[in-house]
């Protein structure tokens, strides 16, 4: 099953997320019956994570965006732990700093996008900028409905510098959401994550629904796709978002870059580097090596 | 073995690192031997990870300093992935910036210091500023000499706001590096990882030997100790790094925050979202929970 083309948002094209069904497995029946995709998805990651930071010719952004309890720090907690942390990151977005609320929307983002050789990932995003923003009428229509046009202008310049930009709408029932809550009031390991909000911004559900629906129709693109992920499952929806990235990745042409150097100098360097050592050592020093 | 005793270097006492064998092992015979170990202590860092990031009262800045081939690198990869990103990040410290360049050499190791919550791991640091520039004369004696007691009041700044610090030097021979550099030359995966400046930084080795030796004495201490770490085997250095951070973590008290809400009040505005989402669905309402 190649989860790109299931579940792309074709740009410009009217998005219903109602048609999609959260619960959605691609027929597989469990967690365990997933598992090894799973990993096999999380090696070529980890494969083309190595070669993208070797290279240091291109980037990759990861976006995540949800409602509440969606599963955006699971799904960073289980397919980025396992990165090598040099050279990847993750950043969160919260309530803006005064500072960050005094420039453009797009200021901080930009300040956090990967440089060359980077992944990063954006644990919510600038795409807050015409969700929240717009559900709680932060600013006025005119405002957030201008931002689209920015967004995707924004986002074509990262991808002509050299960014793979890859987002993922991860999509439940309220119902689930409510589940969720419960386990989290029922555990005492996890009730620290509860807030007041939580319930709240229930009410505003359809009004989500309705904002993330224009968002990415309106942002989508072959270049910077989103990708709306039936995420009930967490299991499904690991699976579905690691083959989504390591199918990214491996479109991208990594390879490990030329030798920067001459190797026959620095092999030449090597053998006297070798002998000052012998020398050092009292030995003789060994003949000039034909190699 | 307690590492943090046998390889912690004591404040103001003179350090010959001649004295400690690189080679050193603690008697462990192998890396099968080490592994297991290695992943327990790499469990345990995880563990605390998750509770300091949940519990965002202290933080931890873990500063590796070495030089060429040493395993800063290896460091990271080995111990670092299988945290979780979310809340872990390595800075890789290079060349100065122009604007680096013009600020006091302080201000861009600020900028990276860990947030509450967080793990930042430096690879190199701010102590490239008594190291390479001493043994290269980029500023004047006064200058670099000057310097150790701005870091140590930098530092006992962090400490004061909650962050934890150990710094690792890693400690080789010279002839483990040639063999690694040879290493390098010979895997075709790895020689993009040449620099010309290998070889030639290898002149100053008894230079940067006397700059460590200094600097690590002089910036030592109880709350931000520095640890020679034996690193001519790799397991070795990783099972020695990985117990110090997991017995430092271990000790910093963290745990699980309190609920910052009125579970009460939550629990009750979760019978009234599960009450109002059965309603919607058209079911019976549930009698009122006694619990």
């Given at each position: 099953m190649d989860y790109r083309k299931q579940f792309f948002v074709s740009p410009g094209e009217k998005l219903k997320l109602?048609?999609?069904?959260?619960?959605?497995?691609?027929?597989h029946s469990s967690s365990e019956d997933a598992l090894p995709e799973i990993q096999k998805h999380v090696a070529r990651m980890a494969e083309s994570q190595a070669l993208l930071y070797a290279d240091g010719q291109q980037s990759l952004l990861v976006v995540l965006q949800a409602l509440d309890a969606a599963g955006k720090d699971g799904v960073v907690r289980h397919l980025f732990t396992?990165?090598?942390?040099q050279g990847t990151s993750v950043f969160g977005f919260k309530q803006p700093s005064a500072e960050e609320a005094a420039h453009d929307f797009l200021w901080r983002a930009h300040q956090r996008t990967p440089a060359k050789g980077e992944i990063v990932v954006f644990n919510?995003?600038?795409y807050e900028d015409v969700l929240v923003v717009r559900v709680h009428q932060l600013v006025a229509k005119s405002v957030w409905s201008g931002r689209y046009e920015l967004i995707r202008d924004f986002e074509k310049m990262l991808v002509a510098n050299g960014t793979r930009i890859v987002k993922f709408f991860l999509h439940i029932s309220p119902e689930e959401q409510l589940l969720r809550f419960k386990q989290r009031l029922d555990d005492p390991a996890r009730n620290?994550?509860?807030?007041?909000g939580d319930y709240s911004e229930r009410e505003f559900w359809s009004a989500y629904v309705e904002a993330y629906e224009e968002a990415l129709s309106k942002t989508s693109?072959?270049?910077?796709p989103w990708y709306v992920i039936p995420a009930n499952h967490k299991w499904f929806r690991n699976l579905a978002i690691s083959q989504i990235i390591a199918d990214t990745m491996g479109e991208m042409g990594l390879k490990l870059p030329p030798t920067r150097v001459d190797l026959k100098e620095i092999t030449a360097k090597y053998h006297a580097a070798e002998a000052a050592q012998e020398k050092r050592a009292g030995k003789a020093p060994k003949p000039p090596s034909k190699k």
């Open positions: 109602a048609a999609i069904d959260p619960a959605h497995t691609a027929g396992g990165m090598n942390p919510r995003s600038h620290w994550k509860i807030s007041e693109s072959k270049d910077a």
